[in-house]
């Protein structure tokens, strides 16, 4: 496959926009995929953007609108006349269309609402009323449901029929009179099978749902464990009332991932691109974390000042590094065991399993270090650089990194699974909070050692 070149794509439009030779733009525009089209309307000016936009086909039209920036999209709504807003709309999948919505401002949804059909305009409104998150929300009503008592080629005959409104036909669902669930069958068990033989002989009867009110993130685990290309989506009373596709779990997979690296690092998600973010709303996004975090690690301070008239500079010196290491081993468990509970590898009753084989990991690392910083001290900070390392000194620091190691292992991996038990995200309790935890610890650990062992210093 050739590989897609975004500024070579760009120049040759630019040169043909130039040249106004549109009729050989819209040629090279269509030939493209709709993702490369959506990253090339991104480079455009705003005043060309539109006009470049209409040289597309209906179809492309539709598919290239789905993979633009929300602020594009808006864009060129605004612009829209209503005429070009349903024939862009009428185009596109259902649930691209309520992603779209949940986007926009309310003078733009109510364009798009009054534009769609009685239809399209009672299924958009029931799947806005599904809770945030939930699995309702991110499901297609267009799916291709069939009947027990359906011959297979009755079956080809209503998929030829139903298949250009559809956004998945190659799994088919089985329902009963009441629209509820009773198997599912493929369009490849459809095709190795006689015209005259009966669904319900050839369907699989056992099958892998969800509810509306489901967790889309636990949906799509499950989707990724039974490598299911589509999952059935049912109601209360195990009705069918849509379906949940692959390419929805991917962008639900790719949104709590960010979600979660945003966490982890101490910053408010959002559903921004970067360069797309206004400088305010990045520091929003920021501030209240790094406040919050500010005045936790002043617990730091009072435990220095505490001990300040009690040990010796030299002592003080090795405190970073007692700190940094502790905080990088406390962030290690802590983001292994927050992806654990996030593909559900680890659950809360494994704790006391996770605890012993955190506390057996730590004691070897805590040796290691402790060992190698105890010779490092003596060798290259006491002989090469002069520095009054003492064996005695050299051993409290190298037994404080050892206290601190293994306790910084041991919150790193508690503090998320804590976080789960009590409902919080795991991802919340990440490195910026379990490295202030640390700090404040190792530093009594330290100076606790340092004023029992070395009490003339």
């Given at each position: 496959m050739e590989q897609f070149d975004l500024q070579e794509f760009v120049d040759k439009v630019h040169a043909l926009l130039e040249s106004k030779n549109y009729r050989e733009l819209k040629v090279v525009l269509n030939d493209e995929m709709p993702q490369d089209i959506a990253l090339l309307l991104e480079e455009l000016p705003d005043k060309v953007m539109p006009p470049v936009f209409r040289l597309l086909t209906k179809e492309n039209a539709a598919d290239v609108f789905v993979e633009m920036s929300t602020d594009s999209q808006e864009q060129l709504l605004s612009v829209f006349s209503d005429a070009e807003l349903k024939s862009v709309f009428?185009?596109?999948?259902?649930?691209?269309?309520?992603?779209?919505?949940?986007?926009?401002?309310?003078?733009?949804?109510?364009?798009?609402?009054?534009?769609?059909?009685?239809?399209?305009?009672?299924?958009?409104?029931?799947?806005?009323?599904?809770?945030?998150?939930?699995?309702?929300?991110?499901?297609?009503?267009?799916?291709?449901?069939?009947?027990?008592?359906?011959?297979?080629?009755?079956?080809?005959?209503?998929?030829?029929?139903?298949?250009?409104?559809?956004?998945?036909?190659?799994?088919c669902y089985v329902t009963d009179e009441k629209r509820k669930l009773i198997g599912v069958v493929t369009v490849k068990d459809l095709l190795l099978n006689t015209y005259e033989t009966l669904v319900r002989d050839i369907m699989e009867e056992d099958v892998i749902f969800c509810t509306t009110n489901d967790d889309k993130e636990q949906v799509a685990l499950t989707m990724s464990k039974y490598d299911l290309y589509a999952m059935p989506v049912v109601d209360g009373e195990n009705r069918v009332v849509g379906i949940i596709t692959i390419d929805d779990v991917l962008d639900v997979i790719e949104e709590e991932t960010t979600e979660d690296i945003a966490k982890m690092t101490a910053v408010t998600p959002t559903n921004e691109a970067y360069l797309e973010q206004s400088v305010w709303n990045t520091w929003k996004s920021r501030m209240p974390w790094l406040l919050i975090l500010m005045i936790s690690a002043t617990f730091t301070g009072i435990v220095i000042n505490a001990y300040e008239s009690r040990l010796s500079a030299l002592l003080f010196a090795c405190v970073p590094?007692?700190?940094?290491?502790?905080?990088?081993?406390?962030?290690?468990?802590?983001?292994?065991?927050?992806?654990?509970?996030?593909?559900?590898?680890?659950?809360?009753?494994?704790?006391?399993?996770?605890?012993?084989?955190?506390?057996?990991?730590?004691?070897?690392?805590?040796?290691?270090?402790?060992?190698?910083?105890?010779?490092?001290?003596?060798?290259?900070?006491?002989?090469?650089?002069?520095?009054?390392?003492?064996?005695?000194?050299?051993?409290?620091?190298?037994?404080?990194?050892?206290?601190?190691?293994?306790?910084?292992?041991?919150?790193?991996?508690?503090?998320?699974?804590?976080?789960?038990?009590?409902?919080?995200?795991?991802?919340?309790?990440?490195?910026?909070?379990?490295?202030?935890?640390?700090?404040?610890?190792?530093?009594?650990?330290?100076?606790?050692?340092?004023?029992?062992?070395?009490?003339?210093?």
């Open positions: 009428e185009e596109m999948f259902l649930d691209d269309v309520v992603d779209v919505i949940e986007e926009m401002p309310a003078s733009v949804v109510k364009r798009i609402i009054n534009q769609a059909d009685a239809e399209t305009r009672n299924q958009i409104n029931q799947i806005l009323q599904y809770k945030k998150d939930s699995a309702g929300t991110i499901m297609t009503v267009e799916y291709v449901s069939l009947k027990a008592h359906w011959t297979v080629r009755e079956c080809f005959d209503r998929i030829r029929k139903i298949a250009v409104d559809r956004e998945s036909i190659y799994t590094m007692l700190m940094g290491t502790g905080g990088n081993a406390g962030s290690q468990s802590s983001v292994t065991i927050i992806r654990g509970l996030a593909v559900n590898d680890i659950e809360p009753r494994d704790t006391l399993k996770v605890v012993w084989k955190e506390l057996r990991v730590s004691l070897l690392l805590a040796l290691c270090l402790g060992v190698a910083c105890f010779g490092k001290l003596m060798l290259i900070d006491g002989l090469l650089l002069g520095y009054p390392y003492t064996w005695d000194v050299c051993l409290v620091v190298s037994l404080a990194l050892f206290g601190t190691v293994v306790l910084a292992k041991l919150v790193g991996c508690l503090m998320p699974i804590l976080a789960k038990i009590l409902k919080l995200d795991p991802a919340v309790v990440a490195s910026p909070f379990i490295t202030t935890i640390v700090d404040v610890l190792s530093l009594v650990i330290y100076c606790q050692i340092a004023t029992h062992v070395l009490p003339a210093i």
